[in-house]
């Protein structure tokens, strides 16, 4: 049996150092201090053995501080593989927070860009629609202004059709004073002479003068006499048919027997009378040939004489 080490001497380990032998100094001892090496390591009591070492052993003198210092740097860079691992998985959340942010704002960028695409759009289009107003306006302002032209020429053309009627109505107003004046006294006239045989200028039925009365001069009755007078003043100032001439007569009061024989007792040369009213017409207004002709045919002209007279102005 093996005797104890004797208490004076301390039992040999293999990580104690001989008495003999330094200390070989640690880099950390220098940022390590001294009272940190006093204590004992994580925890445990300062009268525990080493293990292996004897229960009565005394507690290890000069091997514990090395063993703490070991203990030291193992616990300092546990400490720092944890700090790094902590500060790397900070750094891998913080990236994981960069790369949502950054898709979150890269969304938004292109939310906004198909927003500024449709406004530009809704922008043409209104453009658009703005330039098909201003054309609709302009063709408004054309038709308006065609309108206004063609209303003008419209006043001017009834200015000059109102001086017109105003001139007829005074050649109208001057026959009829002339017209008047004659009746205040009998009008003694030659007895007219025949109508040429097969002449269509008077018909062929007209009446015959009323037998001679006492007092009456040349066989004719006053009223005979006073329409003949009136019938010359008549063909005097403006051109008549035969039945206009009539129908004026008969306008002023006498009588249709009268009004005819009146007509029929004068000379009138009824070509020559449709060619005057002819070119009466066309001094006052525009007519086509067989307008004109109508327009003759209308004043109580034959169709011979108003074929005649439109002949005669040109047409």
Known sequence: MTEPYPSSQPPYHPSAPTPDAPVDAHPLDATVGASSFDAPVFGAPADVPPHGAPADAAPAGAGAPKR?????????????????????????????????????????????????????????????????????????????????GEAQDARDALAEAESDVEDLESQVSELTDAANATESAPVEVDEPEPAPQG???????????????????????????????????????????????????????????????????????????????????????????????????????SQSQAEYGVAAVGY
């Open 68 to 148: 703490r210092r070991w203990l030291t740097v193992a616990a300092v860079a546990l400490g720092g593989l944890l700090a790094g691992a902590g500060i790397g998985a900070a750094g891998a959340g913080d990236d994981a927070a960069l790369i949502g942010a950054r898709e979150e704002a890269e969304r938004e960028a292109q939310e906004a860009r198909d927003a500024l695409a449709d406004a530009e759009g809704e922008a043409q289009d209104a453009r658009d629609a703005q330039t098909e107003a201003e054309d609709d306006a302009q063709e408004a302002r054309d038709a308006l202004a065609d309108a206004e």
């Open 199 to 301: 002449s269509t200028d008077a018909p062929a039925d007209a009446p015959e003068p009323p037998a001679t009365t006492a007092g009456d001069d040349g066989g004719r009755t006053i009223a005979q006499s006073n329409a003949i007078g009136s019938a010359e003043s008549y063909i005097s100032f403006m051109p008549f048919s035969r039945q206009g001439l009539i129908d004026q007569l008969v306008f002023e009061g006498y009588s249709t027997e009268d009004a005819t024989y009146a007509v029929d007792a004068i000379s009138v040369d009824w070509n020559q009378q449709a060619a005057l009213s002819a070119e009466s017409y066309l001094e006052f207004m525009s007519f086509s040939r067989q307008g004109l002709i109508d327009q003759l045919l209308f004043e109580g002209y």
